[in-house]
């Protein structure tokens, strides 16, 4: 972490995206982050706010816009943190989609477009689009939207059940606490923090990286803690 950079993120008012802001603002080579919203939200030092309207037409087009602008100030990357999780139950497959795939397929091509080599992007354990669970087909559809824009770096988050989310009932962590491997426990703060870690560590490392629970709690330890 000798230059500094700037990260662009995209579901950063939600549960894990909030997590990751807070691990960022945290790092001081961290210059800015720039927070893509459909409403505005308050003002914090290193935090920059654009609102855009995520389901227009030319959506991809002012995420190259922004993009380019924050590049030109640095490095920078890009990171999706959007997701639905236990919500998903009342969305039907097609507004999943419409979110998942469509809206973050948009912003990730407006940046691969400006030149953004490096993609963080949250989704789900257990993600394939050959899934006949709903949930975790529209993930495998969204890993492959992204996947297939070609980013030099794209790291894809599968985190199991996520504690300390006000989204996940209790009772579910303490399931995940009987759950082995990727399908358990993760806490919130870690998950963020190994988004972070992916950013300020692994920025010029070229490939795609898919990081389960363990690989989250082994990366999120490689950042060394600094007072936020």
Not at 49 to 73: K, Y
Not at 114 to 124: D, E, M, R
Not at 176 to 200: C, F, H, M, T, W
């Amino acid at each position: 972490m000798n230059e500094n950079f700037a990260a662009i993120i995209l579901g950063g008012t939600g549960q894990v995206g909030g997590a990751a802001v807070a691990e960022l603002l945290a790092i001081p080579e961290c210059r800015e982050v720039v927070m893509v919203t459909r409403k505005a939200v308050a003002a914090r030092a290193r935090v920059r706010n654009v609102v855009l309207d995520t389901g227009a037409a030319d959506f991809a087009t002012r995420s190259a816009s922004l993009a380019r602008e924050v590049l030109s100030q640095g490095p920078a990357s890009a990171v999706s943190c959007v997701g639905v999780g236990a919500g998903s139950a009342r969305w039907s497959e097609e507004e999943l989609q419409r979110l998942e795939v469509g809206v973050v397929g948009a912003f990730a091509r407006g940046c691969h477009d400006a030149g953004i080599a490096q993609f963080c992007l949250l989704s789900a354990v257990g993600s394939t689009a050959r899934s006949r669970i709903r949930y975790a087909r529209v993930m495998g559809m969204k890993e492959d939207t992204v996947r297939s824009i070609g980013f030099a770096r794209l790291a894809i988050f599968r985190p199991g059940i996520i504690v300390g989310n006000a989204h996940t009932p209790a009772w579910t962590g303490w399931l995940g606490k009987l759950v082995p491997g990727p399908y358990g426990n993760i806490d919130q703060q870690i998950l963020g923090r190994s988004i972070a870690a992916e950013i300020a560590l692994h920025n010029r490392d070229a490939g795609e990286a898919i990081r389960e629970n363990a690989a989250m709690k082994k990366i999120a330890a490689q950042l060394p803690r600094v007072a936020a």
